[in-house]
């Protein structure tokens, strides 16, 4: 038996309606995996673009925390060069004042000369020779005189030993000398220069940081900039005396 026309239409319909809603649901199904997966890889790539930045400025702060590093590094190498620098010339300056200073010291006759015999004896100390040669300069040859045989008791007192102390009457200390003496052994094998210059030298390499302390403790400074107006030969003049106080 033959189905009738509209029958058939109406099946036809049916399924294109079946077809419509089954290609509806698939569109729609599709589309919505499309769109997680466009989010995933959307939120993946937003990610890897913000490592990628975060990355990016990490390591150009480092580098701008490491060339300010370098900077800092090097201007504290420069203001410590420059600090150096003018240090060294200070002392420069301060070593020739306080040298023109100790030429005052022979001024006093009787300090003078117990600041030789106190040089005498302790040279001899240093040495521990049988036979010494003295030498000085040519304006202190009698004062030199006049107390060489006290120094030689003064050591012999002290050590124990004997010396035989000679003069040396021809050939003396440069006349721009400060003062002090010079000892001599052995033919001049051993010697002990203890001229005020010399012991000048040791003081200010000895005493510069008690100098230093001393000028910054009584000199204080407002501005770090503004250079102290500091003393420093009459500090080392009265540091010299003090060690020039011999025996």
């Known amino acids: 038996m033959a189905i009738p026309d509209a029958e058939v239409e109406r099946q036809i319909q049916q399924m294109i309606q079946f077809i419509d809603h089954e290609a509806d649901e698939k569109e ?21 673009e913000k490592q990628k930045i975060r990355a990016f400025y990490e390591k150009k702060e480092k580098n701008a925390e490491l060339q300010k590093k370098i900077q800092l590094s090097n201007l504290q190498n420069q203001a410590r060069l420059k600090l150096l620098k003018q240090r060294e010339q200070h002392l420069d300056e301060v070593a020739v004042k306080a040298t023109e200073q100790l030429r005052t010291l022979t001024s006093d006759i009787g300090h003078y000369q117990n600041m030789l015999m106190g040089m005498i004896t ?8 049988p036979a010494v040669t003295v030498r000085c300069r040519q304006k202190d040859l009698q004062l030199v005189k006049d107390v060489v045989d006290k120094a030689g008791k003064q050591y012999t007192a002290l050590v124990n030993l004997e010396v035989a102390l000679k003069i040396d009457e021809k050939t003396f200390l440069p006349s721009d000398t400060a003062g002090g003496i010079q000892l001599s052994a052995r033919d001049g094998k ?39 107006v500091v003393d ?9 005396n003090n060690e020039l106080r011999l025996y």
């Open 122 to 129: 302790q040279g001899l100390c240093q040495l521990l020779e």
């Open 190 to 228: 051993l010697l002990v220069v203890n001229t005020l210059e010399a012991r000048l030298d040791q003081i200010i390499m000895q005493k510069v940081p008690e100098v230093d302390r001393c000028c910054t403790e009584t000199t204080p400074t407002v501005d770090s900039s503004t250079k102290p």
């Open 28 to 48: 729609v199904e599709i589309l919505a995996k499309a769109d997680e997966e466009f989010n995933i890889e959307k939120g993946r790539l937003v990610e890897q």
């Open 232 to 240: 420093r030969a009459g500090t080392y003049s009265r540091i010299l």
